[in-house]
């Protein structure tokens, strides 16, 4: 069994990797942590054992990208008058309330639920890319879900 052409794996997984970054690091810098994603996904993938889960292995480095890049725009300055929620043409994103509702997440919970929600990895994968136990990676999913259900609903404001 061989690995699929590069180009088929950017067009079945693509916007996969897309939510996860625009998750974590929002609307202005996702298609930067996206294209940063595949470009290391590409170096990879000649080494990429036949019969990995794809998806999994993407959502790692792109969850991975995303948070380097958030990392690296807490440290940079803003100029003044930079817009900072810039929307994407022809995307689906989620609305701004939930954006920031999921932004405001401990970083763990954050991970935890975007890994599992929106890339779909299962819990031994979070745990994995979270570098903590599955029953941890469980807990920090369940407590961040929690937490965007009282502000979704008003109940709490994080």
Not at 1 to 27: I, K, N, Q, Y
Not at 29 to 38: K, Q, R, V
Not at 71 to 89: E, Y
Not at 110 to 118: F, P
């Amino acid at each position: 069994m061989s690995l699929p052409p590069f180009d088929d794996v950017v067009a079945e997984h693509g916007r996969t990797v897309l939510r996860v970054c625009w998750a974590v690091v929002g609307p202005v810098d996702a298609e930067d942590a996206w294209s940063e994603t595949f470009l290391s996904a590409l170096a990879a993938y000649p080494r990429l054992v036949a019969g990995s889960n794809v998806r999994a292995w993407l959502v790692t480095i792109a969850y991975r990208k995303a948070m380097d890049k958030l990392r690296s725009n807490q440290r940079a300055p803003i100029p003044i008058g930079m817009t900072l929620d810039r929307p994407f043409s022809d995307r689906e994103l989620p609305d701004a309330e939930l954006w920031a509702a999921v932004s405001a997440l401990a970083p763990k919970q954050r991970g935890a639920v975007v890994a599992h929600y929106v890339g779909g990895l299962r819990y031994a994968e979070v745990a994995e890319l979270l570098g903590t136990s599955e029953t941890a990676a469980r807990r920090s999913a369940a407590d961040g879900i929690a937490a965007l259900r009282k502000v979704i609903s008003g109940e709490d404001s994080m």
